[in-house]
Nanobody, 114 residues
Framework: QVQLVESGGGLVQAGGSLRLSCAAS????????SGWYRQAPGKQRELVAT???????YYADSVKGRFTISRDNAKNTVYLQMNSLKPEDTAVYYC????????WGQGSQVTVSS
């Protein structure tokens, strides 16, 4: 059983930056993929960014050029660097690591004020 602990959320002004971290209790070397999702109030959870085991990345159009997903195998941690934040980025952000099944983080609140 893998546990994921997220950190790095908070309140930031529009145009600011935050970095979310997702620390796994076990090795992430063999994960199939990693991803970040978000859910704003009253909306469905949506995919923000993913990275395959080979390092290929995908970004939602709404964050392309502003967000970057990365991983540090030595620290068993996946990151989401968020720059040029906008009020519409306000949401709870969840990390998801896929081994033989999906494991989810507890969620991190990101609030961007205008």
């Amino acid at each position: 059983q893998v546990q994921l602990v997220e950190s790095g959320g908070g309140l930031v002004q529009a145009g600011g930056s935050l970095r979310l971290s997702c620390a796994a209790s076990g090795s992430i070397f063999s994960i199939r993929s990693s991803g970040w999702y978000r859910q704003a109030p009253g909306k469905q959870r949506e995919l923000v960014a993913t990275m395959t085991s080979r390092g290929y990345t995908y970004y939602a159009d709404s964050v392309k050029g502003r967000f970057t997903i990365s991983r540090d195998n030595a620290k068993n941690t996946v990151y989401l660097q968020m720059n040029s934040l906008k009020p519409e980025d306000t949401a709870v952000y969840y990390c998801c690591l896929t081994y033989s099944r999906d494991y989810w983080g507890q969620g991190s609140q990101v609030t961007v004020s205008s």
